[in-house]
């Protein structure tokens, strides 16, 4: 299997540090990873649109030769192929509740926050538009509510007591606010608590910025 991938963007990162928790966990992962440069527009030429015609990363290119083009796919594929444990409960009820999290993170949250990035300072050199930026940062705020109030049972991870999805998901889309030098996290201070010793954690601290 090969990943393509870059460092650091959002989508990307939620693959990397999905592998990472699963090797934390004893796990291989077997995959070859190859960085496309998005800063040099390398995702719009021919040889990466021939692999996703919508030209972004993450792409798992299979064996098979089939290429999987959305992060969560890849994760849901590698969950279900790479032996041992995984990052999402077993029964049925727990799958369910860790999954909601998951989707409510990315669309309450991580697409409004990835499209702020790009109105705020896009690091693929997008013109700024702060009067939307505004918009957006205001659009996200029940998000953070909603994970604030979340974690108001005194659970460590989003998703309960172990790391999950939503996890690898949220982590990764702060990880791209800060590249605005941006707080949108207001005071709510469970939510900053889990930011901190997430990223923090020795499985994944290598691959963030701070
Ligand atoms: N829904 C896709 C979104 C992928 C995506 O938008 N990736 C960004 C990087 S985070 C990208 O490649 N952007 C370049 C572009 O759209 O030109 C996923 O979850 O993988």
Same mark, same amino acid.
């Given at each position: ?5 870059? #460092?650091l963007? #959002? ?7 999905? &592998?990472? $928790?699963? +090797? ?6 077997? !995959? $070859? ?10 995702h719009r030429?021919e ?5 996703? #015609? ?10 098979? /030769?089939a290429?999987?083009?959305? %992060?969560? %796919?890849?994760?849901?594929?590698l969950?279900?192929?790479?032996? @041992?444990p995984g ?6 009820? @727990? ?5 909601? &999290? +998951?989707?409510?993170?990315?669309m309450? &949250? ?14 693929? /050199?997008?013109?700024? =538009? ?9 659009? !996200?705020?029940?998000?953070? =509510? ?5 974690? @108001?049972?005194?659970? #460590?991870?989003? %998703?309960?007591?172990?790391? /999950?999805?939503? =996890? ?13 030098e941006?707080?949108?996290? @207001?005071?709510? +201070? ?21």
């Amino acid at each position: 299997m090969k990943l393509y991938t870059v #460092p650091l963007a #959002p989508n990307p990162m939620r693959v990397t540090l999905y &592998i990472a $928790e699963r +090797e934390a966990l004893g796990c291989t992962v077997d !995959i $070859e990873r190859v960085i496309v440069n998005t800063l040099k527009g390398r995702h719009r030429e021919e040889a990466h649109l021939a692999r996703n #015609p919508w030209g972004t990363l993450p792409v798992l290119e299979l064996e098979s /030769g089939a290429f999987i083009t959305e %992060s969560l %796919s890849i994760i849901e594929y590698l969950e279900a192929i790479v032996a @041992g444990p995984g990052l999402l409960p077993e029964d049925p009820e @727990g799958m369910a509740v860790a999954r909601n &999290i +998951e989707r409510t993170v990315e669309m309450r &949250i991580a697409l409004d926050l990835g499209r702020y990035v790009h109105c705020q300072k896009s690091p693929l /050199g997008l013109p700024q =538009d702060p009067v939307r930026a505004a918009e957006l940062a205001e659009r !996200i705020q029940p998000g953070f =509510d909603w994970v604030n109030k979340l974690l @108001g049972d005194g659970r #460590p991870f989003l %998703s309960g007591q172990a790391p /999950g999805l939503a =996890d690898c998901t949220l982590a990764a889309f702060l990880q791209f606010m800060r590249f605005t030098e941006t707080d949108l996290l @207001g005071s709510r +201070e469970l939510l900053r608590r889990w930011d901190k010793s997430y990223r923090h954690r020795e499985a994944v601290s290598d691959l963030f910025m701070v």
